[in-house]
Structures are given as C-alpha cells and as structure tokens.
C-alpha cells in the first residue's frame, strides 16, 4: 500500500482486551476435543476438516457456526459415517462460545489463499483460541507465521490437505508437546492485547 499509494501505512491488530480464563480445563482430554469457529463458508477448510476426522482416531469435532456449507457438511458427516464424531453446533451467544472454547483442546483456522484478505489476515479466532489457552493449527501465511515465530501458539501447515491436518492433530496428542504449547499460548494472551495497539492509533492520529 506504501509503494502504491505513496503514503505511510501502520498495522492495528485486532488484539483482545486483557482476560483472564483461569477456568480452563485441563487438557488434553481423551477422546480429544477439537473445535472450529466461524461462518460456515467456502475457503475455510471446513470440508477437509470434516473429512480428515475419518484419519483421526479418538477424537470428536464440534462446530460453531452458520452458513451457506452447512448442507454440504451435513452431507459429508452422513456419507463418511462421521454422526457420532462431528457435530454441527449452531450458532452461539459469544459468552456461551467462550465457555465451550474452555472445554476444548484444539482449534482449527484453515483458510485457502482465495484473497490477499484471507492470505494476509490474523483472524479474531486466532486471537481466541490464544486467549483461551487452546493451542491450534492454522496456515504457514505470512501474519499467522510471524505470530507463531513470536510464541509458538500452534502448527503451521504448509498445505491444507487431511493427511496434514490428521498429523499436526497428532503432534498436539501428545500431553508434554501440548503443555508445552499452552504455556506459550498464556505467555501470548499477555503480549496480544488491546493496549498495544495504543502508540499506533496515538501516531495515526496524530496525538503524539
């Protein structure tokens, strides 16, 4: 944007303000409790998500959401034989999806690179999950990247295929590897917060 339009441009996260979840439950569970939160749209890596469940064994998929692919999941649920490990959740109040998030062991954020917008953004529910103390797995684009080289909050994947989603769950199944990512997810949810922000928005504005 700089070069094209010659002018000064500054990035404002869409960090949270500072929350304490001290009622996380301890994790991870068996079977292990996965999660995705979002608009049921195209792009989202919903339908790989739904389909790698058939390569993950003691695991069951919830959610969160509605949207035009909702069909489209109910269909793939139905013909993979996946009732009783993915289920679709709806729609939720945000206090009610906050406490559902604290029942969780693993999010999913697995956009395509359709757009620059999904290419270069950090998503609020990558911030969520942080918050919440729940390590994830989400793309290797450039946002997602620079933050997990900071803390290391979750596994990048390089391509959005079953067998990488199956094998990252994988990696996180293991209890000392999952602490070890939740401690930085705690460590992340003190740094990634609305005041940081503060000294942007005051150049931007000129208050300086």
Do not use: H, M, S
């Given at each position: 944007l700089e070069k094209r339009y010659g002018r000064p441009f500054e990035v404002v996260y869409n960090y949270h303000?500072?929350?304490d979840f001290t009622a996380k439950e301890e994790a991870p569970h068996r079977p292990l409790r996965l999660f995705?939160?979002?608009v049921l749209n195209e792009g989202r890596g919903l339908e790989i998500l739904v389909e790698s469940m058939?390569?993950?064994p003691?695991?069951?998929l919830s959610i969160f959401g509605e949207g035009i692919l909702k069909e489209r999941?109910?269909?793939i649920i139905e013909e993979k034989g996946l009732q009783e490990t993915v289920?679709?959740?709806g729609l939720l109040a945000p206090d009610q999806l906050y406490e559902e998030m604290l029942t969780m062991d693993i999010s999913f954020n697995l956009l395509e690179a359709r757009s620059l917008n999904y290419y270069y953004s950090t998503a609020n529910k990558f911030y969520d999950a942080v918050r919440c103390k729940t390590p994830q797995i989400t793309m290797d684009f450039p946002e997602y990247k620079r933050h997990i080289e900071q803390y290391k909050v979750g596994i990048l994947l390089t391509e959005l295929t079953q067998s990488a989603v199956s094998q990252a769950v994988q990696k996180l199944r293991n209890p000392q590897t999952y602490t070890q990512f939740q401690s930085q997810c705690e460590k992340a949810s003190?740094?990634?917060i609305w005041p940081?922000?503060?000294?942007?928005?005051q150049k931007i504005y000129g208050m300086e």
């Open positions: 303000r500072p929350i995705y939160q979002g058939g390569e993950i003691d695991a069951v999941l109910e269909k289920f679709l959740k003190k740094e990634w940081r922000n503060t000294p942007i928005l």
